[in-house]
């Protein structure tokens, strides 16, 4: 039976007259007439299979008659012979398309070319560069060495990290205590930590603390295993080192890169804080001036690569410091002289204030890149899929300048430099609505991009909105601190509160007392009635609207949108004034 015969097709083919039936199937016959012709002396029957189990026949597709094979085949070789190479111009478009796709980028314009490097001085202050020279003459795109380099001609004794991780690794419960940096009715065992802080042990760690964080510089070295510090107090306190590597790669990929000052600075900022909080308590303000200027001075210390998470690193700390002042000023406001509040104001007045550093992102994202790329600078197939592979990237960065890379590389550093510099912009004071969110930027840029740039920016830019909301509430903080710092100095000279912020006596205010969303002065009460004991500064908020300094505390987050007012209290104070927002 041909394949155009119907499974209820008649069609006649020839059998022998009784075909055994098999055990698997067994055939009907159906006899017919014989043939017409009468030398013809074959029986004639329609054959079906019926399958053991089956309940539908199926005509038996085998003959022995040559005049049925399939009739339709020189058709079939037609249509394939048609198909076949329109299939493959397909799959080659498909393919060509998807190279260009994932592996190739629109090209940089002339203008776009001339503002692709940047300027990085002020990450690196011209101590060091993205480039190193060897003692060959050779150089390189290596920031990491160039950084170590210039550490190690930084005197031993003007560095903070030999001694602050010594002291962290050698008294691991003072450091790791889970009261330090809480208000004694926060603490769960206040009593507890006041004893410790006062032991003989204790003060020493504490001055060498102080010492060592009033150092110029911290100096710990950027390698992608312990730096050496690190190794030797481990060592000598008897701990395991399993990040040590005698022969570190002397190239990193910053991505590699470990950073374990910042967790050490920060707990020792906290130290410092309980430690301060103790000293106010027992009436020692001179101890508590100096504990909190280091704490501001360890806060500078931990920026020296201004990765962006060095830089909020130090924007804790800062803000940690000036919760602390607040703090003093609200509980104990008659233990400071004149001369007190003038050294908190000028420490916090000449750290200035913090913005978002965008070149030092900037240089630690192109050198994750420039290791990812080929030689020539060129995200091609083979080095996306060494990473994809869990191959890691490529040890040696490729060292051609900016201009001379692939266009694939150039088209990433030249949107990643739109962002991070749109970020810039958005952590300044005062706050600009209006400004496009980094986030929205980058949506419009990344069809620039091909899909392997699209993917990896996709995973390693950081929230860079929100990290820049956060430098703006830094601001605010740094701002109302030292407005209060004045407010208090006036106090002391006129024996009460000014009764506008015009009153105050000029020659106190170290920075303009400005509300970061209008751009105008912070709104000011001196004698509030939820807590007339203190002024109270406000800002007015998300709405820019005047609610008389009631406070959600999702106002800090400044982009969020926010019915409320900020009053500049400590966290402390504004978790007991309102207490359905802590």
């Given amino acids: 039976i041909s394949e155009a015969d119907?499974?209820?097709?008649?069609?006649?083919?020839?059998?022998?007259?009784?075909?055994?039936?098999?055990?698997?199937?067994?055939?009907?016959?159906?006899?017919?007439?014989?043939?017409?012709?009468?030398?013809?002396?074959?029986?004639?029957?329609e054959?079906?299979?019926?399958?053991?189990?089956?309940?539908?026949?199926?005509?038996?597709?085998?003959?022995?008659?040559?005049?049925?094979?399939?009739?339709?085949?020189?058709?079939?070789?037609?249509?394939?012979?048609?198909?076949?190479?329109?299939?493959?111009?397909?799959?080659?478009?498909?393919?060509?398309?998807?190279?260009?796709?994932?592996?190739?980028?629109?090209?940089?314009?002339?203008?776009?070319?001339?503002?692709?490097?940047?300027?990085?001085?002020?990450?690196?202050?011209?101590?060091?560069?993205?480039?190193?020279?060897?003692?060959?003459?050779t150089t390189t795109w290596n920031p990491t060495a160039s950084f170590n380099a210039h550490l190690a001609t930084i005197p031993e004794q003007d560095k903070a990290w030999p001694v602050l991780i010594d002291l962290t690794l050698s008294n691991p419960d003072l450091f790791k205590n889970k009261d330090l940096a809480r208000y004694p009715d926060e603490a769960e065992d206040w009593d507890a930590l006041a004893a410790l802080l006062q032991t003989p042990e204790t003060t020493e760690v504490i001055n060498q603390l102080t010492q060592a964080l009033n150092r110029p510089v911290l100096g710990c070295d950027m390698h992608a295993s312990t730096d050496t510090y690190e190794h030797q107090a481990r060592m000598k306190n008897g701990l395991e080192d399993k990040n040590w590597d005698p022969n570190p790669n002397p190239n990193p990929n910053a991505m590699d890169i470990l950073l374990p000052a910042l967790g050490k600075a920060r707990n020792a900022a906290q130290l410092l804080k309980s430690a301060a909080i103790l000293e106010l308590i027992n009436n020692n303000p001179d101890r508590f001036v100096e504990l909190v200027n280091t704490m501001y001075a360890s806060a500078s210390l931990t920026n020296e690569n201004q990765l962006i998470l060095s830089q909020l690193v130090e924007l804790a700390i800062r803000s940690v410091s000036n919760d602390l002042i607040m703090w003093s000023l609200e509980e104990y406001p008659g233990a400071f002289t004149d001369q007190h509040l003038a050294s908190l104001a000028a420490t916090v007045h000449n750290a200035g204030i913090q913005t978002f550093v965008w070149e030092g992102e900037a240089l630690f994202f192109r050198d994750t890149f420039r290791h990812i790329a080929d030689a020539s600078g060129n995200l091609n197939p083979a080095s996306f899929q060494t990473m994809n592979s869990g191959g890691g990237v490529r040890t040696i960065p490729t060292n051609?300048?900016?201009?001379?890379?692939?266009?694939s590389l150039q088209r990433i550093f030249y949107t990643h430099q739109l962002i991070v510099t749109q970020a810039h912009q958005r952590s300044l004071i005062?706050?600009?609505?209006?400004?496009?969110?980094?986030?929205?930027?980058?949506?419009?840029?990344?069809?620039?991009?091909?899909?392997?740039?699209?993917?990896?920016?996709?995973?390693?830019?950081?929230?860079?909105?929100?990290?820049?909301?956060?430098?703006?509430?830094?601001?605010?903080?740094?701002?109302?601190?030292?407005?209060?710092i004045a407010l208090h100095r006036h106090k002391l000279r006129h024996n009460t509160f000014p009764p506008t912020l015009a009153d105050l006596d000029q020659d106190l205010i170290t920075h303009a007392p400005t509300d970061i969303f209008t751009g105008t002065d912070l709104h000011y009460n001196p004698s509030p009635t939820n807590y007339?004991?203190?002024?109270?500064?406000?800002?007015?908020?998300?709405?820019?609207?005047?609610?008389?300094?009631?406070?959600?505390?999702?106002?800090?987050?400044?982009?969020?949108?926010?019915?409320?007012?900020?009053?500049?209290?400590?966290?402390?104070?504004?978790?007991q004034l309102y207490p359905e927002d802590e």
């Fill in 47 to 137: 054959v079906f299979c019926i399958p053991r189990y089956s309940t539908k026949p199926t005509p038996a597709l085998h003959t022995s008659n040559p005049e049925h094979k399939n009739h339709y085949n020189p058709i079939m070789k037609k249509a394939f012979l048609i198909i076949m190479p329109i299939l493959l111009i397909a799959l080659l478009a498909t393919g060509i398309w998807t190279y260009n796709a994932f592996f190739t980028s629109k090209p940089l314009s002339q203008s776009e070319l001339t503002n692709l490097t940047p300027d990085y001085t002020p990450v690196t202050q011209g101590n060091w560069s993205p480039w190193y020279t060897d003692t060959t003459g």
């Fill in 6 to 45: 119907s499974p209820s097709s008649t069609h006649p083919i020839t059998a022998s007259p009784n075909p055994a039936p098999t055990p698997a199937q067994a055939p009907i016959g159906v006899t017919h007439p014989k043939p017409t012709n009468p030398t013809t002396t074959d029986t004639t029957i």
């Fill in 532 to 575: 007339p004991q203190s002024p109270l500064l406000y800002a007015l908020g998300h709405d820019r609207n005047d609610d008389q300094g009631r406070y959600i505390k999702t106002v800090k987050a400044v982009t969020i949108p926010t019915d409320a007012d900020w009053p500049m209290y400590s966290d402390h104070k504004l978790n």
């Fill in 400 to 407: 051609l300048p900016d201009a001379q890379l692939d266009k």
């Fill in 430 to 484: 005062p706050w600009d609505p209006t400004l496009q969110p980094s986030d929205d930027l980058y949506e419009q840029e990344k069809s620039k991009l091909n899909k392997v740039g699209e993917l990896l920016m996709g995973i390693l830019i950081p929230a860079l909105d929100k990290a820049a909301a956060r430098f703006q509430a830094g601001a605010q903080e740094s701002i109302a601190v030292q407005t209060l």
